[in-house]
């Protein structure tokens, strides 16, 4: 049910385990110092997945796997700059206008803060998206602190285009 607002929140997450040989893309940007990356079936992007996810939740159309499975051959090694820009056609064709999105990564590396702004400059030029990251360790903890992962956690707000 859509508030009478006409507002909606989505939560998004995404994990991807860290192995040796793959590329590291994080936030729609490419860490060629990094000599591990996220495995999975498209990029293992967890920032730009994570923001799909939240995207499809507050639109009420399902979630990241229920829109971009593994079954689909046509998502296989897809960069997250391609689902982030499907997921908005989506939402946008589905009556809503992303008013925000924001989005927590949360690992030991890489190091986010200095390419920060390059990756919210990218998301907006690139999607006409107001978007806010952050980035935090988990203090050596879980799998993120062992450095065997990567997460992140998004929110979207979106209005019902009148």
Known sequence: MTHPSGLRTGLGTDV?????GRPMHLAGLHWPEEEVGPEGHSDGD???????DALFSASGLGDLGSNFGTSEPR????PGDELLAEALRRVR???WDVVNVACQLVG?????????AEAEQGLRERH???VSLTATTTDGLGLTGR???LAALATALLARRA
């Open 16 to 20: 991807h385990r860290l192995v040796a």
């Open 108 to 116: 030991n590396r890489p190091r986010f803060a200095a390419r920060r």
């Open 128 to 130: 006409d998206l107001d």
């Open 147 to 149: 450095g065997e992962g």
């Open 93 to 95: 064709a589905a009556g």
């Open 75 to 78: 998502w296989a090694g897809a």
């Open 46 to 52: 967890v920032v730009l997945h994570a923001i799909c």
